[in-house]
């Protein structure tokens, strides 16, 4: 029998699991927590469905649908799309334009800017090879306005990070190779705008559900509440312990750990690559989820929901419409809002009381959509580490961390730090994974 031990019950860790056994290989699990999942975790109370992390993956992700067929799950649509954003700009909502025409009639830019992003096919090519980061890249070819004011707010609120350090290859590999291939980013800007009306998707239960179920499916190879502290590499073997006692034995190891444990863990392997992986953790983020009723709140609250101004000192960097995005995570008559703080302005929000974090979210949504009442119930959780930072440097980083492990076999790597962001990325590298540890040279008998 084929043999892998996976470290780290996250979506990556899960979905390593699910595709290996799926090819015959005998899985063990090893999860620190009480609860599989990682960030995919799930309240339910009195008809509110709260996520703590993730709300759900991009539809058409085939892994994902392979996953729920396997384990007999329902998967839910999204309701609003992705796309059916705001932008807020001086206190008021603007929709975020998904086209060329949209952007010259919306009022978040100037005339000046709005001529800047249409002389786009005629923008400088980039000097050289040196890597560009997202705000120099889009500042080139849009112009500096339009990146303040659009690309800042929109890579703020979905991966918590500063366009002026995030690194273009890293983050929007697609994107570099559109303009070397085409020059001109509008040639492709629309196939980009059809492709991002896609819905989110879950299944009945969220993700917290899928999670358990998952985990569930492989019994007792699953070990909750187990935490792996030591890794050591003997003779073609991987043995790993617990405050000294040893818990297993296996020639195929998969660390699916945030990059501050994986850092810990291999230490003795990493060396000065050690302190590289841990740093390419974020900042920690905190979901705060209210519920209101429908009566008390002014705006109609249609849609996905909005990227706050970045130019604000407010620790708030987007809010979700939860009742528009998937309509039975709430009663019919309430709002429930889920807001999301912290980012590298403010990265030390996991200090911050919850009383302090719910007075800010209160007071936004207070604000920018006219509640006028108290919410009726609220929710706080936090996410350690939050959203990893592919900074500039990111690519050779992760390189020498993978030349540095390469020198010991049956060693594989997953997680966000390392292999993209959010749950389809996720599952891709499961998917990935298993057929690595399927290859021959990599087989137990």
Not at 65 to 91: F, K, M, P
Not at 317 to 343: E, M, N, W, Y
């Amino acid at each position: 029998m084929k043999n892998v031990t996976i470290l780290g019950a996250g979506a990556s860790g899960l979905a390593t699991a699910h595709f290996a056994q799926k090819q015959g290989w005998s899985v063990q699990i090893f999860e620190a927590a009480k609860e599989p999942g990682g960030r995919m975790q799930t309240t339910q109370e009195q008809g509110y469905l709260v996520e703590h992390g993730p709300i759900g993956w991009l539809e058409n992700e085939p892994t994902l649908d392979e996953v729920c067929v396997d384990l007999g799950l329902e998967i839910i649509s999204s309701v609003a799309s992705d796309t059916h954003r705001y932008l807020q700009q001086n206190g008021a909502l603007r929709p975020l334009p998904q086209n060329p025409e949209a952007f010259l009639k919306t009022p978040l830019l100037s005339w000046k800017e709005k001529l800047r992003f249409l002389s786009e096919p005629w923008a400088d090519l980039p000097e050289g090879s040196e890597e560009e980061s997202i705000f120099d890249f889009s500042s080139r070819r849009f112009g500096a306005g339009f990146t303040e004011k659009i690309i800042s707010p929109i890579v703020r609120g979905l991966f918590a990070g500063d366009v002026k350090k995030l690194s273009l290859s890293a983050m929007f590999p697609a994107i570099q190779k559109a303009e070397e291939k085409h020059g001109s980013l509008m040639k492709t800007y629309r196939k980009w705008a059809e492709q991002g009306s896609a819905k989110i998707q879950t299944v009945s239960g969220g993700l917290g559900q899928l999670a358990k179920t998952m985990a569930d499916s492989h019994g007792e190879a699953f070990h909750a509440e187990c935490i792996v502290d030591t890794a050591l590499f003997e003779e073609g073997w991987w043995y790993l312990f617990c405050q000294g006692k040893q818990l297993a034995r296996t020639k195929n190891l998969v660390i699916a750990l945030p990059p501050k444990q994986a850092a810990v863990l291999l230490r003795e392997y990493l060396g000065t690559q050690r302190s590289v992986l841990a740093d390419l953790a974020g900042n920690d983020l905190i979901s705060a989820t209210l519920a209101y009723s429908r009566d008390g709140v002014q705006d109609s609250c249609a849609g996905f929901g909005y990227f706050t101004d970045p130019t604000r000192e407010s620790p708030l960097l987007s809010v979700q419409f939860i009742h528009s995005i998937f309509p039975h995570a709430a009663p019919k008559d309430t709002f429930l809002f889920r807001c999301l703080l912290g980012g590298p302005s403010h990265p030390n929000l996991a200090e911050t009381t919850p009383q302090d974090l719910l007075a800010w979210a209160q007071d936004e949504i207070s604000l920018a959509l006219g509640a006028n009442e108290k919410p009726l119930r609220t929710w706080i959780h936090a996410s350690p580490g939050g959203v990893p930072q592919y900074d500039l440097g990111y690519n050779k980083s992760v390189t020498a961390i993978q030349k540095k492990l390469a020198h010991y076999p049956g060693l594989f790597l997953a997680g966000d730090a390392l292999f993209g962001v959010g749950i389809n990325a996720a599952f891709r590298r499961g998917a990935e994974l298993a057929q690595e540890l399927s290859r021959p040279r990599n087989e137990v008998k």
